[in-house]
């Protein structure tokens, strides 16, 4: 993504949710002996993302020819990603 970039949602926070920093996220995983880089951890986060906004598109009828482009539209939302970190806390917890 280009320094400078800006989404017409905004960008998803993780202090209020007790979630981590993607570079917060790298230490603690360094700290367990995987090393891998902010960029890393970013795209493996989003990759994840897209593939579960995949699903739901298909599921809202997204046509073939669209499917990436949006998937990935998706993914990037901060709505997307902060209803996924909150469904991620329900299973934590059991609700």
């Not at 990935?72 to 996924?84: C, G, K, T, W, Y």
Request: net charge negative; aromatic share 6%.
């Amino acid at each position: 993504m280009p320094t400078g970039s800006k989404f017409k949602n905004g960008y998803a926070t993780v202090e209020d949710s007790g979630g981590l920093e993607y570079r917060l996220i790298v230490e603690k995983m360094a700290e367990d002996g995987d090393v891998i880089s902010v960029s890393t951890a970013r795209n493996l986060t989003l990759r994840a993302l897209q593939k579960i906004a995949r699903e739901l598109c298909l599921l809202q009828g997204t046509p073939a020819a669209q499917l990436d482009e949006e998937s990935f539209r998706v993914a990037l939302d901060p709505r997307f990603q902060e209803s996924m970190a909150a469904m991620i806390e329900d299973i934590r917890v059991g609700v």
